[in-house]
C-alpha cells in the first residue's frame, strides 16, 4: 500500500465547477500536512498548509481528518488556470523533514 | 525575491563523468533537500541537511553526494553518473517556527540526462 494514495484522474470540469480531491495517508505518525500544484515539467508549488480545523485560502478549501487519515481539497469556481496536477504531500516530525507526496491528481478544467 | 535557484536547468552528459548541480537559497532556511522526480515513482528523496556541515542520507541516496559548508547553499554531486540517473531533480528549502512545520520551497528542477 502506497503510503499516501491519490486518485491520478484526470478530472476534466467545465470553469466555474467545484472539483474535490481526496487523499489517505497510511503513517497514523504523520504530523504535517500539504497540497501542492505541479504545472507540467515545472516545479511544485505549495498551494496551502492543511489544518485539523480546517482552513480557506479564496477559492480552496483543505480539510484534515486524523482520525481516518484522510485530507481533501475543494476548489470552487475553478479557473482555466487551476489545470495542473494537484499533490497531497505529508511530512514526519522527524529531523529528516522528508515529504511522502502522492502520486498526483490531474486536474483539467475546460472552456 | 524568495527563492531557491538551481543550475543548470537541463544537462547532457556521459557516463562516468562527475557533475555537480548547484543549488542557493536565499530566505536563511535551515532545512534543506533534495528530491527526484521520475514517472511512475513521484518525488522521493534523495539528501537532506537541517543545517550547515549537518547532512544525511533520503530514501535514495546511493551514487550522489551532498555538501553544506554554508546556509544558503547545498550542491548536489553525481561522482560517477549513470544513466537511472537521468531524471528530474529538484532542490528545495524550508524552515520551522517552533512547533509549526512550514512547507518546502522548491527549486524550477534541473532535467539531467545521463547517456
Known amino acids: 500500500r502506497k503510503e499516501v494514495e491519490q486518485d491520478p484522474g484526470p478530472f476534466n470540469v467545465p470553469e466555474g465547477a467545484t472539483v474535490a480531491f481526496n487523499c489517505t495517508y497510511s503513517n497514523s505518525a504523520s504530523q504535517s500536512f500539504f497540497w501542492y500544484r505541479q504545472d507540467c515539467r515545472k516545479e511544485p508549488k505549495l498551494l496551502m498548509s492543511v489544518y485539523s480545523s480546517g482552513n480557506e485560502d479564496g477559492r480552496f478549501t483543505a480539510q484534515l481528518n486524523r482520525a481516518s487519515q484522510y485530507i481533501s481539497l475543494l476548489i470552487r469556481d475553478s479557473k482555466l488556470s487551476d489545470s495542473a496536477t494537484y499533490l497531497c504531500?505529508?511530512?514526519?516530525?522527524?529531523?529528516?523533514?522528508?515529504?511522502?507526496f502522492g502520486s498526483g491528481t490531474r486536474l483539467q478544467v475546460q472552456p | 525575491e524568495a527563492q531557491v535557484t538551481q543550475n543548470p536547468r537541463y544537462l547532457i552528459t556521459v557516463t562516468g563523468k562527475k557533475l555537480t548541480v548547484t543549488c542557493s537559497q536565499n530566505m536563511n532556511h535551515e532545512y534543506m533537500s533534495w528530491y527526484r522526480q521520475d514517472p511512475g515513482l513521484g518525488l522521493r528523496q534523495i539528501y537532506y541537511s537541517m543545517n550547515v556541515e549537518v547532512t544525511d542520507k533520503g530514501d535514495v541516496p546511493e551514487g550522489y553526494k551532498v555538501s553544506r559548508k554554508e546556509k544558503r547553499n547545498f550542491p548536489l554531486i553525481l561522482e560517477s553518473p549513470s544513466p537511472n540517473q537521468t531524471s528530474l531533480y529538484f532542490c528545495?528549502?524550508?524552515?520551522?517556527?517552533?512547533?509549526?512545520?512550514?512547507?518546502?520551497?522548491f527549486g524550477s528542477g534541473t532535467r539531467l540526462t545521463v547517456v
Open positions: 528545495a528549502s524550508s524552515f520551522r517556527d517552533g512547533l509549526l512545520n512550514y512547507g518546502y520551497t
Open positions: 504531500v505529508v511530512m514526519m516530525d522527524t529531523g529528516r523533514r522528508a515529504l511522502t
